[in-house]
């Protein structure tokens, strides 16, 4: 894990052409249905994580709600949903291997999204962050890392240079 530095969020976000940037947890496990299991990536996202994308590619239901303590919803795209003869509403159960021991989680299905990107649908799926913090025994704060958005996509270059020297700064 990497611990959430708030003075590089806001050094990065000022930066020319940077919209957005915001942090993440990624986590492979393994989803099991009476008839098929399949791996996948979960992308533990926060309540402040931006949505636009997903919710315009969104088929049913929505992105996750964080009214709850911690969100038991789970987002999933169609050709995950499809494989897995999974609706709305169902159960998911997740499988998680760590340390050599099988731990599992139960999530409900909120949201169905297509994207149209194969290799993003067939393996990405989207839970509350703090299932995977609590999973990996990390402490509050911690992250795999961060997404940054940019407003300019011609200053992808500048930008990742210049990000590049930002969070040199913060590497101990």
């Given at each position: 894990?990497?611990?959430?530095e708030?003075?590089l969020i ?14 993440f947890i ?7 249905t009476?008839?098929?299991?399949q ?12 949505w636009?994308f997903?919710n ?5 239901g ?6 709850d ?6 987002v ?6 499809s494989l897995?003869d999974?609706s ?7 499988y ?6 099988i731990r ?6 909120q949201?169905v ?5 194969p ?15 609590k ?8 992250i795999?890392g ?6 300019d996509?011609?200053k992808?270059?500048?930008?990742a ?12």
């Amino acid at each position: 894990p990497i611990p959430v530095e708030t003075t590089l969020i806001l050094e990065v976000v000022a930066m020319d052409g940077v919209r957005r940037m915001q942090p993440f947890i990624v986590k492979p496990g393994i989803i099991k249905t009476n008839d098929a299991i399949q791996g996948v990536a979960l992308k533990g996202v926060d309540d402040k994580f931006e949505w636009d994308f997903l919710n315009s590619v969104m088929e049913e239901g929505s992105a996750l709600d964080y009214s709850d303590s911690i969100s038991s919803g789970i987002v999933l795209s169609r050709t995950l949903t499809s494989l897995l003869d999974l609706s709305l509403g169902d159960a998911v159960r997740m499988y998680f291997i760590q340390n050599n021991n099988i731990r599992a989680r139960r999530f409900t299905l909120q949201g169905v999204f297509n994207s149209h990107f194969p290799e993003f649908d067939e393996k990405m799926a989207f839970v509350d962050m703090r299932h995977l913090s609590k999973l990996n025994g990390w402490d509050e704060g911690q992250i795999s890392g961060y997404e940054v958005m940019l407003s300019d996509f011609d200053k992808m270059d500048a930008a990742a240079s210049e990000i590049a020297m930002k969070t040199s700064q913060y590497v101990g």
